[in-house]
């Protein structure tokens, strides 16, 4: 049986707990074979726990010392301002983040409800915004467990991007290697949580239904390991890059059911898309859907007040640098035609032979129905204006195959037809070459291909031609002999041919392809921009490549949709760019390439001027196009008379298109305002300067220890664990990298300033003298925690309190001092008697309950607004809901389930009254006495002996 004693400590008793370094409360005491054993609680935990004797000593024994003092104003300071929403990504990253970028953060991160769609413009830098905010949740210690879903072609950039700016390791897991790696592993293991940060290609993992051969088994294990293991690795946060593809044309489709499992299996979700409404709004319906079901429960709720709050958005037009300046250089676009020269003949026969050709095989796909012919005539055409070796290499590809039927092979099936237009020429290319003919197209290829041989013996195409002068005319007119061109083709033969040439008369090239892994990648990427003079690409290539540091770009052969020539130019109008940006576009002369290109352009312009935007590419950003285009081209192809009206009839579908997308895009925007001011200012920001003082000053108390030794810091840890060489902040480690970074995402640093002490009543207080302080100030400031805790909200802030010798309190006095205490030499001269600090805790409560009145209003205002939020959105879904029952016919059917959404609505109501119940709490975390005091009973002793 628990009792007092007058040996030992008491029930009631506070005491000083040695290990957790913070006083504690008896609640019960038993003695056990001569040991006593108390039940202690512990206010920084709450939590009651047994100690032996030796672990507590008596509350008026404890010194206080300077380390105490600025651990604690410290760790303080730096729980405050995250509770106050500072944003630790920007100082503890090595990114200095653009306005527009740190609006983004500052959006994401004041919401308890992290589920955004960032849908800034093209080139405004979203994977960076979401790199920012993936380091904020990790920084906090809110996320560990982080995946990235992006199409194939990104998962390169967003691996570097991750690295470069902020250290950040992203695992790609390609699900084809799975099944191999599985034999080294338990088969009941979920693969996908052997790390902690994992980016994978967005069609590898989406499930299936069937599989032409699969048996059922097979089918089931292919969907276990790659679609439900991945969803049930508990993500933290989930990335979903390029996210409108996850709208899908229903809810069955693959993209979406990924999507929906994902959204719902991860507390944090970020959708990444410059285009989310492409005119289709039960597809932008299912995308919002991803981010609250109870939002968005039917298309009626898609309107801008209730998207406003999931969407960040930013267009270029507003953009801007830390200096206030708009962020992009002008561009300028131009059409190069290119003439066709006598010598020229055997090319341009062969162009009209393949015209014939598409002609003829695309009238027979019409008739017959056969959509995979159309779409490999439409290759044919622009392989033939891109180049000789193009259509040459195809032809034989096309041959090979005809003469070995066993060969083919029809990849495209229906299934796949929705990212038919994603894929890049080269890749179309690779899959359509392998579909069925017609009877007589064997005959035909042989002949075109006889003809290819011919032409590429006579002599250099037309257009390289005109590739070598452009490149001398512009290294003349720039006043550059090393001037750096980027060069775009849809197709490697192209890119091969074009790589011998140039190398032929000189110039230093390097390639990108679709093929190439990432190494190669790099090192192609670092020879250009070194010594590199000309980088070839393929679309596929290009996708995701930064190159500022080259302003000329030429579009050897350009994609039908001018989408496609805006993708291949942002790789050099990028955030960063110095030059205006020269873009010079290719096309033969007295082609259908060449007067539908032209006509469309004209028209486009037009357009552009009629809704107010820079260029053509930016009518085109969020329609889809590429139908419109493709049968724009293949008639002109069959009549080229007909162009003008049809391209016509194409533009006003276009129009038409376009005013519906720009009345949606209103959907998107909140018509913030950037403020460059706020960019410049987080490289200074004294938090680093916080968590280290935290840091080296707590440790000592709590059994560790930090030693500066030169320019770092020999650190050993709570754990027992050492950072032999540490620093703190950004610029040390920029400066050298071999130093061990310490940021609050480790675990230990957070362990230090995470629970802050508690100030007993009796406790001894330190006596400081603070520089920058009126000497004849006097009187005691304190630090207390104000904090409010309810069912799903916990908050806290922190408040100075300063009380004089005559009673009265000064607000701006204690703020003053908590800033001295943070920056400027502390000095503890002694500590005040047990008497006078009882007194002056009791003075310091009331001043503190009447100062913290205002700070625990704001506390409740901000719990009811959001538990205002939840029944808004608990009872606008259960209204849509119960009116879309309505609509069932059968009236048992309808009833039984209008009872079910009631039940569910009840309870979650009732929860939403339980959070109504809120715990506010009071505590000291600190007391400090300024200026002469008395001293406590062993200091006088003491000094009594000494004397």
């Not at 400027?824 to 007194?839: D, K, P, Q, R, W």
């Not at 009116?883 to 109501?909: F, S, T, Y």
Request: proline content about 4%; glycine content about 6%; hydrophobic content about 40%.
């Amino acid at each position: 049986m628990a009792q007092a004693s007058a040996v030992g400590h008491s029930i009631g008793d506070w005491c000083w707990h040695k290990r957790q370094a913070t006083p504690c409360q008896v609640v019960d005491r038993q003695e056990f074979w001569g040991d006593t054993v108390y039940r202690v609680w512990l206010p920084t935990r709450d939590a009651v726990v047994r100690v032996r004797s030796v672990d507590l000593d008596a509350i008026d024994s404890v010194q206080p010392s300077v380390d105490h003092v600025l651990h604690t104003v410290s760790a303080a300071k730096l729980l405050d301002a995250l509770e106050d929403n500072l944003l630790l990504a920007p100082i503890q990253s090595s990114v200095v983040p653009l306005p527009h970028q740190l609006y983004a953060l500052n959006r994401a991160m004041s919401h308890q409800r992290i589920r955004y769609l960032l849908a800034d413009e093209v080139g405004l830098g979203k994977t960076i915004e979401a790199g920012l905010i993936l380091r904020e949740l990790k920084l906090r210690g809110m996320a560990k467990r982080i995946l990235v879903v992006a199409p194939k072609g990104l998962v390169r950039q967003w691996q570097a991007e991750m690295r470069l700016h902020f250290g950040e390791k992203l695992q790609y897991i390609d699900p084809a290697e799975l099944a191999s790696f599985r034999q080294w592993r338990n088969d009941e293991e979920n693969l996908w949580r052997l790390h902690d940060q994992v980016i994978c290609s967005l069609d590898s993992v989406k499930p299936i239904e069937g599989r032409r051969g699969w048996s059922l088994e097979q089918l089931q294990r292919y969907n276990q390991e790659r679609f439900e293991d991945l969803v049930s690795a508990s993500w933290d946060l989930v990335i979903i890059d390029e996210s409108h593809r996850m709208g899908g044309s229903t809810e069955q489709v693959a993209r979406y059911k990924l999507g929906a499992a994902l959204a719902e299996a991860a507390p944090y979700l970020l959708l990444l898309s410059a285009t989310p409404h492409q005119g289709k709004t039960d597809q932008f319906l299912r995308l919002m859907q991803l981010l609250d079901r109870d939002a968005f429960p039917d298309e009626s709720s898609v309107n801008q007040d209730r998207v406003r709050p999931f969407v960040i958005r930013t267009e270029k037009r507003v953009a801007i640098n830390a200096e206030g300046q708009p962020l992009f250089k002008p561009r300028m676009t131009r059409l190069h035609a290119v003439a066709w020269q006598e010598r020229h003949g055997a090319q341009q026969r062969l162009y009209e032979a393949v015209t014939d050709y598409v002609r003829h095989g695309y009238n027979k796909a019409l008739a017959a129905k056969q959509r995979h012919i159309g779409f490999l005539m439409i290759l044919m055409q622009r392989l033939v204006t891109s180049s000789t070796a193009a259509i040459r290499t195809t032809l034989e590809r096309r041959l090979a195959l005809l003469e070995e039927p066993q060969l083919q092979n029809s990849l495209f099936e229906s299934s796949d037809t929705e990212e038919w237009s994603e894929l890049d020429g080269q890749s179309q290319v690779d899959i359509a070459i392998q579909m069925e003919g017609w009877a007589q197209e064997k005959s035909e290829v042989e002949l075109l291909l006889n003809l290819a041989r011919e032409t590429e013996a006579q002599g250099t195409d037309a257009k390289a031609e005109a590739l070598l002068e452009l490149v001398y005319k512009l290294q003349q007119e720039e006043n550059d002999p090393a001037l750096k061109v980027l060069i775009f083709t849809e197709f490697v033969p192209t890119q091969s041919m074009l790589t011998s040439l140039l190398e032929s008369r000189g110039f230093s090239v390097a390639q990108l392809n679709g093929s190439m892994d990432l190494d190669a990648r790099t090192k192609a990427q670092q020879a250009f921009s070194q010594d590199v003079r000309v980088l070839i690409s393929t679309d596929a290539g290009g996708e995701g490549l930064n190159l500022q540091f080259c302003h000329v770009i030429v579009n050897f052969d350009m994609p039908w949709n001018p989408m496609r020539l805006e993708q291949r130019i942002g790789r050099v109008d990028r955030i960063g760019q110095q030059h205006v940006v020269r873009a010079i576009n290719f096309v033969l002369e007295e082609t259908v390439e060449h007067r539908v290109r032209q006509v469309l352009e004209e028209k486009l312009a037009l357009i552009a001027q009629e809704f107010g935007v820079d260029k053509a590419s930016d009518v085109m950003d969020s329609v889809e196009a590429e139908p419109i285009l493709d049968e724009l081209f293949v008639q002109g192809l069959q009549d080229p008379t007909s162009i003008e009206r049809e391209c016509d009839a194409a533009i006003n579908q276009v129009r038409d298109k376009v005013a519906e997308s720009r009345k949606n895009s209103e959907l998107l925007s909140d018509a913030h305002s950037l403020e460059a001011d706020d960019a410049r200012k987080w490289r200074d920001h004294p938090a680093q300067f916080w968590l280290e003082r935290a840091i080296t000053a707590g440790l000592p108390a709590r059994g560790g220890s930090a030693v500066k030794a030169g320019d770092a810091w020999r650190v050993r840890w709570m754990d027992g664990s050492e950072s032999s060489r540490a620093c703190f902040d950004a610029r040390t480690a920029e400066q050298n990298p071999n130093l061990d970074w310490i940021t609050l995402e480790d675990p230990r640093a957070r362990a230090v300033i995470s629970e802050l002490p508690r100030w007993a009543a009796g406790q001894p207080m330190p006596v400081a003298k603070i520089a920058g302080l009126p000497d004849n100030l006097q009187g005691v400031w304190s630090l207390w925690e104000i904090s409010l805790s309810a069912v799903g909200f916990s908050r806290k802030r922190f408040l100075p309190v300063f009380s004089t010798d005559e009673g009265r309190t000064y607000l701006p006095t204690a703020k003053r001092i908590w800033d001295l205490l943070l920056t400027e030499s502390v000095e503890v001269l002694g500590a005040t008697s047990i008497e006078n600090s009882e007194g002056w805790f009791e003075v310091s409560v009331a001043a503190a309950k009447t100062q913290g009145e205002r700070i625990f209003s704001n506390l409740v205002e901000e719990k009811r607004t959001q538990l205002r939020e939840e029944r808004d959105r608990a009872q606008y879904a259960y209204e849509a809901r119960y009116q879309a029952i309505g609509r069932i016919g059968l009236p048992q059917v309808r009833e039984h389930r209008r009872k079910r959404l009631k039940a569910e609505h009840d309870v979650r109501m009732a929860a939403l009254d339980d959070a109504e119940a809120s715990v506010p709490d009071l505590n000291a975390v600190l007391m400090v006495r300024i200026g002469s005091a008395p001293l406590c009973a062993a200091q006088a002793e003491c000094e009594g002996v000494a004397r």
